[in-house]
């Protein structure tokens, strides 16, 4: 079978239309009548590494199959690692403050997945020989089905951010000021259409989980090529969404998210003892604060 990312990514990319409407089909409708209004909006499929673009006065949206399959990666890390992370947590030793996840995370090659991931921003590339290769068809209750929901919900996000470009008629030819200032308003559109009515339950968790995912997917690339003129440092774009996720201090999605971030971008830190998840979140968060300096 053909390893190039166009050829896997693309049955990916036929559902890919639908991600906005299915992660908060609350607001369907509104979706439809509010913001695309037309069938102008278009998702279109481009070669090249791994980015999403908007057009905003072609009402249109572009993302690279290296795109899809870099936060596809992602999006199978951030599923093993919470899911190997929580069991553990689960069944610990309560008197051990560290869990040791390096030996599973070896065995299913998670660092693999992250180097390819991370390999992407820079230039396409083939599928590598040992990784899993997607699958769109996988039951949604197996593990290839819940890595897909990761990752049809990450990449949700990110294209509510690139259509908040467009609905918003966003400028492409300004100053590189006025295009960090567009690309924090972008990324408050997408974070607010995806919480803003979830409730307080099990969707408004999966969907603070995805939106981290997502944001992780920021940090990967900043750690890939560096920050750019015309948009923000990572460690902002995080914080502003943070302030919009409102969760109790047990958080299911903070706690696994605290886990994500931490394994991805500060494995050799022995973070001290804690409460809850919502103090663990804390941590990760001023970590993060420092590894990404702005």
């Known amino acids: 079978m053909d390893r190039d990312t166009h050829t896997l990514m693309e049955p990916l990319f036929k559902y890919a239309n639908r991600t906005p409407f299915n992660i908060a089909p609350e607001r369907g409708q509104a979706l439809a009548d509010e913001i695309f209004k037309t069938a102008r909006w278009k998702l279109t499929a481009m070669d090249g590494k791994a980015n999403f673009h908007a057009y905003p006065q072609e009402a249109r949206v572009s993302a690279t199959h290296a795109g899809l399959a870099s936060l596809w990666c992602l999006s199978f890390v951030a599923f093993h690692l919470t899911d190997i992370a929580s069991r553990r947590q689960r069944s610990a030793d309560r008197s051990k403050q560290h869990i040791d996840i390096g030996e599973s995370c070896a065995l299913l090659r998670l660092g693999e997945y992250l180097a390819y991931a991370r390999s992407l921003f820079r230039g396409d590339r083939e599928w590598p020989e040992p990784l899993q290769l997607p699958d769109v068809n996988a039951p949604f209750d197996s593990e290839a089905g819940r890595v897909n929901n990761v990752f049809f919900g990450a990449l949700a996000w990110v294209l509510l951010h690139e259509i908040g470009h467009v609905h918003l008629k966003h400028e492409q030819f300004i100053p590189a000021d006025q295009r960090v200032r567009q690309e924090f308003?972008?990324?408050?559109?997408?974070?607010?259409?995806?919480?803003?009515?979830?409730?307080?339950?099990?969707?408004?968790?999966?969907?603070?989980?995805?939106?981290?995912?997502?944001?992780?997917?920021?940090?990967?690339?900043?750690?890939?090529?560096?920050?750019?003129?015309?948009?923000?440092?990572?460690?902002?774009?995080?914080?502003?969404?943070?302030?919009?996720?409102?969760?109790?201090?047990?958080?299911?999605?903070?706690?696994?998210?605290?886990?994500?971030?931490?394994?991805?971008f500060d494995p050799e830190t022995e973070p001290p003892a804690f409460d809850t998840p919502l103090q663990v979140f804390e941590w990760v968060k001023y970590r993060l604060d420092k590894l990404f300096p702005r």
């Open 185 to 264: 308003v972008a990324d408050d559109f997408a974070t607010r259409w995806v919480l803003d009515r979830s409730g307080q339950g099990l969707q408004r968790e999966f969907r603070v989980l995805i939106v981290c995912v997502a944001l992780a997917w920021l940090f990967l690339n900043e750690e890939a090529i560096g920050k750019g003129a015309d948009h923000p440092p990572a460690f902002l774009r995080f914080q502003e969404a943070v302030a919009h996720f409102d969760m109790r201090e047990r958080s299911p999605a903070l706690e696994n998210a605290a886990y994500l971030f931490k394994a991805i």
